[in-house]
């Protein structure tokens, strides 16, 4: 039965639909994924590559000239292992926040619970860094590292940066609609957010009492997390926490943005 | 137990002038500079406090002009359009068609399109699959399954995109003028689809601007006119009150003032109307029935030999005259009173759309119109029944539509 109001749903309504839609969630992703990939001559190679050009240039530039200290870390693979969760989360925040704008007609036609597009968007692109996180193992191991128990841990990290991209595409999907010269600037600020983030560089470059300050950055802690699954190490738990928070904070923060505007979009879009 | 029910349902679309409904920068800096100076914001009801319920077996035709809120209605039900106030509950499984082939993407294969647009539709996979291959011989594409859409031809595409539509099976069934697709054919499967639902027991609205296809498919219809629901009934006499909507008459003219009834010192016309068998006043035809045209004169001058003639016309001209083929040559006289000459027409011979009467009366002695009125009543002419339609959905060309034998040989 559906019974519908002139007043907003609330958001735990809306999120309880979108299990109903899994069929639709599942088929939007397959979709999202077969469409980047088909008819290119190297097919899925390109997630790989997409991570793997910057980290040549970023090796070849960056690391020659500031020479950077990561300490038992060759640069390559410091930096390929900051660019694996930083593409993934880049790309899959770009596509997710153009998807309420590009889908207009399907949203003008059809109903369905609106996240699904954006959420459908950014699961598309978990593909990629399940394929460089493979990859950087591999490469790992060619440069004998040895496997350890950290290398368990990379699913929950994987998982938070899967919640907080998820978070970030609906909002910014959202505002989108609302204010259209977002569109323009979004993929601009995500670039510069890069740099806010201790994906080239390592986060020693930074004075150690304003280490913690980076995890106001959720990104930061993905990142740096991540790394130390792979290669051990010390981990800041000031800077990890207050990116958990920071990413909790992201994640109601879209949430209320997308709840006030769902049931409107087709109207504004 | 009803499987609709909308309460009061109004939509108010606000427009802001030239300004478009997202803000730009530019904005905000005006924003920060005249806060609070007043925004001139004109809103539009697209839809105004309209409630009806259904209940399972109403096949139930929307029908208005442009802009009336039919569609507005359909997106509200449908759940895109939030309504601005009044409620609605849908009881049951609810599928929405506003268009044919939503979410289909040219790049997909056939395939792939058949699963996701089936999922876009709300069907589970599990239904996707047991239903595939019934889906794909609906559709007639089976040797391009696993091509990409975007090298079918576009009867193709609308062929596989309907094909998955007809395959949902709700017991709420919204759909918007999707039939106005495909060839004679299809559309006579998809006629077929929408009937033998109707007959199962759905609950179906259906928007269109075709009074036949709602005379064809529903059995009650709601008129919406801009934005509110006038009128909820049965199919024949919504229909016909649409169509009469902006038309003087409707199947009955009296001439209350004699002194001023078209006509002169011999003869005037006192009323005409059209009528069934049974001689009820009809404003809706079917053309699968015989029907009357009936014809009042007051005769004053007994001398005269009076010559009646009734003309049918449809919209692009006279259809045909007739007279009395019984009365000699050139009409007799009557003695004077009130006289009632009614003309039968036969089943079958009509084609949909709306006539008017013209009356007339001549006599010969010296040629001389006594009467005419080209305009006397209009009325409908419906094809509900199969009739010499049979089961042929499409466009049939003529101004007459009989009933013919035909015959068939293999030679």
């Not at chain 1, 153009?98 to 692109?125: D, E, I, M």
Request: net charge positive; proline share 5%.
């Amino acid at each position: 039965m559906i019974a519908v109001k002139s007043s907003r749903p609330p958001l735990l309504a809306t999120l309880a639909e979108c299990a109903n839609y899994r069929t639709l969630f599942f088929f939007l992703t397959i979709r999202d994924l077969k469409l980047r990939f088909r008819q290119t001559a190297v097919g899925v190679l390109w997630a790989l590559v997409q991570p793997l050009m910057p980290m040549l240039i970023f090796a070849a530039v960056f690391g020659r000239v500031l020479r950077p200290a990561t300490g038992p870390v060759p640069y390559m693979l410091f930096v390929l292992s900051g660019l694996a969760p930083w593409a993934f989360f880049a790309n899959a925040v770009v596509i997710a926040a153009g998807t309420f704008v590009s889908n207009y007609n399907l949203l003008n036609k059809v109903y369905f619970p609106r996240a699904l597009l954006p959420a459908a968007a950014v699961s598309a692109c978990i593909f990629d860094w399940l394929i460089s996180t493979v990859f950087l193992l591999g490469l790992m191991l060619v440069q004998s590292f040895r496997p350890h128990a950290g290398w368990f841990l990379l699913p929950a990290v994987l998982l938070w940066g899967i919640v907080l991209a998820m978070s970030v595409g609906l909002g910014a999907a959202a505002l989108i609609v609302i204010y259209r010269d977002l569109k323009h600037l979004f993929p601009f600020l995500v670039q510069l957010w890069m740099y806010a983030t201790p994906v080239i560089y390592p986060l020693a470059m930074l004075p150690l009492r304003l280490q913690w300050a980076a995890g106001l950055n959720p990104m930061a802690g993905v990142v740096e997390s991540y790394r130390w699954c792979l290669f051990g190490g010390l981990l800041n738990g000031q800077l990890v926490t207050l990116s958990l928070l920071s990413t909790a904070v992201m994640l109601i923060g879209a949430g209320v943005v997308f709840q006030h505007l769902e049931s409107d979009l087709a109207e504004r879009a | 137990m009803n499987t609709v029910s909308v309460q009061g349902l109004t939509k108010r679309f606000t427009l802001r002038g030239r300004k478009p409904e997202y803000r730009s920068i530019s904005d905000w800096f005006k924003l920060g500079r005249s806060a609070g100076a007043a925004q001139r914001v004109r809103s539009f009801a697209a839809l105004e406090d309209v409630s009806f319920e259904a209940r399972p077996g109403d096949v139930i035709g929307v029908i208005g002009r442009n802009g009336a809120g039919k569609s507005t209605l359909l997106k509200i039900l449908s759940r895109i359009l939030r309504p601005t106030e009044g409620s609605f509950v849908l009881n049951g499984r609810v599928s929405s068609l506003l268009e044919v082939g939503s979410g289909f993407h040219v790049e997909l294969t056939g395939r792939e399109n058949i699963y996701l647009n089936g999922a876009i539709l709300g069907m589970r996979r599990s239904e996707i699959r047991s239903k595939f291959d019934e889906i794909v011989a609906f559709s007639g594409v089976e040797t391009y399954l696993d091509e990409p859409v975007k090298h079918y031809s576009s009867g193709m595409y609308m062929r596989l995109a309907f094909a998955v539509a007809a395959h949902i099976e709700p017991e709420i069934l919204l759909l918007d003028e999707v039939l106005a697709v495909g060839d004679a054919e299809f559309q006579k499967k998809c006629f077929g689809k929408i009937e033998e639902a109707g007959r199962r027991g759905l609950t179906i609205l259906f928007v269109s601007h075709s009074v036949q296809a709602v005379n064809r498919l529903c059995n009650r219809a709601l008129l919406l006119e801009k934005g509110r629901l006038i009128q909820d009934g049965p199919v024949k006499e919504v229909t016909a009150s649409y169509l009469h909507s902006g038309l003087e008459s409707s199947g009955e003219r009296i001439y209350q003032d004699l002194e001023h009834a078209p006509g002169d010192d011999c003869v005037r016309l006192r009323r005409v109307r059209v009528c069934s068998r049974a001689g009820v006043t009809q404003t809706a035809v079917e053309i699968g029935e015989e029907f009357g045209v009936e014809v009042e004169f007051s005769i004053f001058d007994g001398s005269v030999a009076l010559f009646p003639l009734i003309t049918l016309n449809n919209e692009w001209g006279p259809l045909f005259s007739t007279v009395d083929a019984g009365t000699e040559l050139h009409g007799h006289p009557r003695t004077p009173g009130t006289y009632r000459f009614t003309v039968w027409v036969p089943a079958h011979l009509l084609s949909p759309g709306t006539l008017t009467v013209s009356v007339a009366v001549y006599s010969f002695r010296t040629y001389r119109e006594h009467l005419s009125d080209p305009d006397a009543v209009s009325f409908v002419a419906l094809e509900t029944q199969g009739g010499a339609r049979g089961h042929f959905a499409g466009y049939m060309a003529g101004s007459v539509r009989p009933l013919l034998d035909w015959t068939e040989e293999r030679c």
